[in-house]
């Protein structure tokens, strides 16, 4: 007898097997009989830095062992890639994860035309989402743009019931190696980095075993979670992002496992927030790149070769500012940043710098394993003023009274600027500390451009 006709899996964002719509929907489409493909697609790879490209590769490289070496990979352009793979294994069907992000959304519709033009069928069964983007709505059925509101909504909906893993008869097909996405990524890199430095960071533990460990950790100190997630020289976040970002773990995994009180309940606001930029994403994709609110459109920022330098010594974590420095040095070191860090240090690009906050999501967007688009672009849009729940332009993170509150001691400063190792708290927090470097501006003065600047933005003298 011959056998049914397999369905197609597409693996993109949702790099596991467990608590997977989609995989369970092929197989039921497929009668058990699944072909797992991943696309090398050059479009989505090149502006990936070396660490996330690496990661990227490690993550495929686990999916494909944890099913006995049988993911397909192809390479090229995914509107001819799946298309022909269907055709050459008569798949009548291909399932994959939603993706809500702009780009992604454009390459499926392609996709979908092409499949549809030979008689088969793109279906998308679950997202990389525990409620997926866009179906959260305020009473007059109109989009949030607040957090709060937004989350109280979202709380009473986000459910985490896991799907179970179906019984699969992989099919094969010629593939390519997984060595063709380092090879692929890393081709955009911006002009503004001029020489800044591509050694990729040593990475985390890659893949779904790696993530049920992570999950694993993090839950023994979840209790402690709000206590502790904002000072910078402990482990006291989950450290679950680039699992979450590659879909080596599922966000509803997290809240099925969370238990009660304070530190999960904590954790499970903060998995909201990345859900609310997906939301935001797709009612406004161009903020990708555009102020969500335009108030700041007309900003002055700095753009000639001076201020060019002054972001690769940000970058590089040589400004001076020992909490920015330290921030910058751990995002080189380990492809990670902690939250806090992200936010001080992005705040000295736009408001001590005076510089493009697209200039600094781009760095991120290089270095960060856990790079998401959404996250990343509204994240920075937040502290730069422009986004949602814009933190008025006026409030200027202090750098030093930063330090003085998230590392008391100083152990994250000195654990990441070597120079100032043996220099404790309060010295260590210091521009300048222990003369180690000349701080490339003063904060004070800076403080009051960024504020001037602001003023005429606004049309108000200064
Ligand atoms: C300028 C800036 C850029 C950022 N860029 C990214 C990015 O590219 N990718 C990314 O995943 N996060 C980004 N964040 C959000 C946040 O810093 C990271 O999610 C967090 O540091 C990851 O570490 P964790 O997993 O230990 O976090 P935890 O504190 O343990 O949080 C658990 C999870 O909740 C989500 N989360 C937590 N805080 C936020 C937040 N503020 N916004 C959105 N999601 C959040 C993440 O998925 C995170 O893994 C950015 C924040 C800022 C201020």
Known sequence: MRSPAPAIVWFRRDLRLSDHPALAAAARAGDGRVLALFVVDDHLLAPAGPTRAAYLAATVRELDRAMGGRLVLRVGDPATVVPA???EVGAASVWASEDFGPQGRRRDERVAAALAAQGCELRSVGSPYVVP???????????????????????????????????????GAEGSSSDEIVARAARRRPAVFGDLPDGPAPLPPAGEAAARAALATALTRAHDYEARRDLLGEEGTSRLSAHL????????????ALGPGSGPRALRRQLAWREFYADVLVHHPESVGRNLQSALDGLEVDRDEAARERFRSWARGETGVPLVDAAMRQLL??????????????????KHLHLDWRWGARWFAWRLVDFDLASNQHGWQWVAGTGTDAAPFHRIFS???????????????????????????PECWDPGAGGYRRPLVDLDVERREALARFATARGRRP
Request: aromatic share 12%; charged share 25%; proline share 9%.
């Open 85 to 87: 793979l269907a055709r």
């Open 333 to 350: 070191e380990e492809g990670w940043m902690h939250n806090r860090a992200r936010m001080v240090s992005a705040s000295f690009l736009v």
């Open 245 to 256: 970002r590659f879909g080596t773990l599922h966000p509803r995994s997290v809240l099925a």
């Open 133 to 171: 983007p866009g179906t959260v709505r305020g009473p007059q059925g109109s989009p949030y743009r607040v957090f709060t509101p937004f989350y109280r909504v979202w709380d009473e909906i986000a459910l985490g019931h896991p799907v179970d893993v179906p019984d699969v008869e992989w099919v």
């Open 399 to 425: 750098p030093v009274r930063q330090a003085e509150r998230f590392d008391p001691q100083g152990a994250f400063i000195r654990r990441h600027v070597r120079e100032l190792a043996n220099l404790g708290a």
